[in-house]
């Protein structure tokens, strides 16, 4: 690959295009027996490995499914606990000294030292802020607001699927969705979402 990059100029494009459209780029990270048996740790690449979307990323995410991210590029930074702020969280206040929990709690970089690299944790302070979060749980309202322009519960399930999963719920999952919300209010609507948008499905890149 670097012989071919040199042959074809130091083209930076063309290196994109052929890692991109490569069939070792394109693999899914869907689970095959047989290669499994034969490579258990995916060491020549016989599937794509999951990969956690970083904070950044995934704040962007949420504020995007549920129709709030402002797209406008530069500006002053904001505070990211403060709830009217829906900026990309490049444009983040960071201080050194007060980092904030949003990004302490997701493996952001101690902003005091060099960090070569971000570390990967899982802990329960995650799932808790997932739980519980006034970010997390505005984002539910706002997602329900925009879900509320639908008229019947699924219709509005299908929608939810497609924003935040881009595929239709399966015959499971929307059975399980009429189950939670046979008895429809504003309170029930708000924790199924916020469900939907804590799942590892919007969180992992497959």
Not at 187 to 195: D, F, G, R
Request: glycine share 4%; net charge positive.
């Amino acid at each position: 690959l670097a012989f071919r990059f040199i042959s074809h100029g130091w083209s930076l494009k063309w290196l994109h295009r052929e890692i991109l459209l490569s069939s070792t780029y394109q693999q899914a990270s869907r689970h095959r027996s047989g290669p499994h048996e034969v490579d258990p740790e995916n060491r020549y690449l016989w599937r794509m490995n999951r990969r956690r979307l970083e904070i950044e990323a995934w704040r962007d995410t949420l504020l995007s499914v549920t129709g709030r991210l402002d797209s406008r590029i530069g500006g002053p930074p904001m505070k990211l606990e403060d709830q009217n702020n829906r900026l990309r969280t490049i444009y983040g206040l960071t201080k050194r000294r007060e980092l904030s929990a949003i990004l302490r709690l997701h493996d952001f970089p101690e902003p005091t030292a060099h960090s070569a690299s971000r570390s990967k944790t899982t802990t329960p302070l995650q799932q808790l802020f997932t739980l519980n979060s006034p970010f997390m749980q505005s984002q539910a309202k706002h997602l329900v607001e925009r879900l509320n322009r639908l008229s019947t519960l699924d219709a509005k399930v299908s929608r939810a699927y497609a924003l935040l999963y881009g595929r239709a719920p399966t015959s499971r999952q929307m059975a399980l969705a009429r189950a939670f919300l046979k008895v429809e209010s504003p309170e029930m609507w708000e924790q199924y979402a916020q469900v939907l948008l804590g799942s590892n499905e919007l969180f992992f890149v497959d």
